[in-house]
C-alpha cells in the first residue's frame, strides 16, 4: 500500500513570495490533515479535512494560509505572502476516518525555509 | 485543555540495554494515546497506540509502551536498544473534541551509543 505522498520536499522563497503543498493521502482514506512542525516542536495542526469538507482550521493563519481538497482526494496548503516566521516542516497526514481510535499516517513533509 | 508533556529533550542509553522515554498526559476522558518517531529528514511514522484494555501496548520494532491512568502517563519502552532506534520520538493524546486532532509533545531525542 503506497504512504501519504507529499511535493515538493524542499522549498525555499523570500518573504512575502507565495508558495503551494501539495499531498496525496492513502488510498480510501477520508480524513485529511495538514500539520506544521517548527524546528525543536511536536506538530501542530493547521487543518483538518473530512472528505472535502473542513472539520478544523481554527489553527490556521488564515489572513494568509489557505487550503482545499476538492475532489476529497489530494489537497493542497498554500502560504501567501510568506513570512519569516513560516519556515517550518509541512507534515501532511491521512486517516481512513476520523474517530479518535484511528490512526494517523505521515507524509515524508514539505521542508520550507523563507528567507 | 489537554496536553502532553515529554520531560526529557533528550535520553541516552547503550547498546543492548533497555530503553524508556517518557511521557505524561493532561486530558479530560479517556485518553486515546500514540507514540510516532522520525527519523532524519523523514514524516512521523506510527510505532503504537492506547485505546483501551490491556494497560501494556506492544508496537513496531519490538517497542512497547505502559498506561498508567493514576499517574497519567504511557511511557514507551524497549528491552534492548539497537543503535538504529537513534531517532526523535513524538508522544501524543487524541483530543477529545469532535474533531479529535492529535496533540503532541515536543519530542524526545533517543541516541544509543554502539
Known amino acids: 500500500e503506497a504512504g501519504v505522498a507529499q511535493s515538493p520536499r524542499y522549498k525555499i522563497i523570500e518573504k512575502r513570495q507565495s508558495v503551494a503543498f501539495w499531498c496525496n493521502p492513502i488510498?480510501?482514506?477520508?480524513?485529511l490533515y495538514w500539520y506544521q512542525q517548527i524546528l525543536g516542536q511536536g506538530p501542530k495542526l493547521l487543518i483538518q479535512?473530512?472528505?472535502?469538507?473542513?472539520?478544523?482550521d481554527s489553527q490556521l493563519p488564515k489572513d494568509r494560509f489557505s487550503a482545499e481538497r476538492l475532489k476529497g482526494v489530494d489537497s493542497t496548503l498554500k502560504i501567501q505572502p510568506a513570512k519569516l516566521e513560516d519556515s517550518a516542516v509541512y507534515l501532511c497526514?491521512?486517516?481512513?476516518?476520523?474517530?479518535?481510535?484511528?490512526?494517523?499516517?505521515f507524509g515524508p513533509g514539505t521542508r520550507l525555509l523563507v528567507l | 485543555a489537554q496536553s502532553v508533556a515529554q520531560p526529557e529533550d533528550q535520553v541516552n542509553v547503550a547498546e543492548g540495554n533497555p530503553l524508556t522515554v517518557k511521557c505524561t498526559y493532561s486530558v479530560s476522558g479517556n485518553p486515546y494515546l500514540f507514540w510516532y518517531v522520525q527519523y532524519p529528514n523523514r514524516g512521523l511514522q506510527f510505532l503504537l497506540k492506547?485505546?483501551?484494555?490491556?494497560?501494556l501496548v506492544k508496537g513496531s520494532y519490538g517497542f512497547e509502551a505502559e498506561f498508567n491512568k493514576s499517574q497519567t502517563s504511557f511511557h514507551l519502552k524497549k528491552p534492548s536498544a539497537l543503535v538504529s532506534d537513534s531517532a526523535l520520538y513524538f508522544c501524543a493524546v487524541r483530543d477529545t473534541s469532535n474533531t479529535g486532532k492529535l496533540i503532541f509533545g515536543q519530542g524526545t531525542t533517543l541516541q544509543v551509543k554502539p
Open positions: 479535512f473530512q472528505n472535502n469538507g473542513v472539520v478544523d
Open positions: 497526514a491521512s486517516s481512513l476516518g476520523w474517530g479518535r481510535a484511528e490512526t494517523q499516517y
Open positions: 492506547y485505546i483501551t484494555g490491556d494497560n
Open positions: 488510498s480510501g482514506h477520508a480524513t
